[in-house]
Antibody
Framework: EVQLVESGGGLVQPGGSLRLSCAASGFTFSSYSMNWVRQAPGKGLEWVSYISSSSSTIYYADSVKGRFTISRDNAKNSLYLHMNSLRAEDTAVYYC??????????????WGKGTTVTVSS | QSALTQPASVSGSPGQSITISCTGTSSDVGSYNLVSWYQQHPDKAPKLMIYEGSKRPSGLSNRFSGSKSGNTASLTISGLQAEDEADYYCCSYAGSSTFVFSYVFGTGTKVTVL
């Protein structure tokens, strides 16, 4: 079964740091690009970051650029999101999502159940 | 990049058809046939329902269909069923270059089955 399981969320003070992890199973992780998407309480979805299968291409949303770092370890079938200088507005459920395998299309076909990050003093 | 515009809510009776619109701009929806739709039940992960504007993932009910005209994409649910009650989000690829890449999501639509 294709599966993504996030972990690492929790309560952190403003200005603090946190590292999220996403464990992939049931597919060849090293062949897929990956994304992080977040959802603030009661709000819609917001794309956060993208990383290509070999980590050669990385993108960030403007709202997190310079504060968040996406990375992956293909040997461990794992995706990460390092979050620094956290703000109250970063409070959200963070989902990892698999990018489609097509080189000419863009969509996210598999999602994890999410991990909750709360930034509060 | 501004969020795509969706109606806040749409409702229908069992068996009826409903359509959810998703309006963007010539920089996203209008430029690419790369709109996807996601269903999200309360406290659950989003689920891919439509990709590339009108294609369904394998195994998904053909009651769900997608289309696009100009800067507006649409999701139609026919033969509405109780389990279709959920939030629905559209998403469009909004281009990439050396340093820029973006997905833009819609504002979300709550579908209620009366």
């Amino acid at each position: 079964e294709v599966q993504l399981v996030e972990s690492g969320g929790g309560l952190v003070q403003p200005g603090g740091s946190l590292r999220l992890s996403c464990a992939a199973s049931g597919f060849t992780f090293s062949s897929y690009s990956m994304n992080w998407v977040r959802q603030a309480p009661g709000k819609g979805l917001e794309w956060v970051s993208y990383i290509s299968s070999s980590s050669s291409t990385i993108y960030y949303a403007d709202s997190v650029k310079g504060r968040f770092t996406i990375s992956r370890d293909n040997a461990k079938n794992s995706l990460y999101l390092h979050m620094n200088s956290l703000r109250a507005e970063d409070t959200a459920v963070y989902y990892c999502a698999r990018e489609s395998s097509s080189s000419s299309s863009y969509y996210m076909d598999v999602w994890g159940k999410g991990t909750t990050v709360t930034v509060s003093s | 990049q501004s969020a795509l515009t969706q109606p806040a809510s749409v409702s229908g009776s069992p068996g009826q058809s409903i359509t959810i619109s998703c309006t963007g701009t010539s920089s996203d929806v209008g430029s690419y046939n790369l709109v996807s739709w996601y269903q999200q039940h309360p406290d659950k992960a989003p689920k891919l329902m439509i990709y590339e504007g009108s294609k369904r993932p394998s195994g998904l009910s053909n009651r769900f269909s997608g289309s696009k005209s100009g800067n507006t994409a649409s999701l139609t649910i026919s033969g509405l069923q109780a389990e279709d009650e959920a939030d629905y989000y559209c998403c469009s690829y909004a281009g990439s270059s050396t340093f820029v890449f973006s997905y833009v999501f819609g504002t979300g639509t709550k579908v209620t089955v009366l």
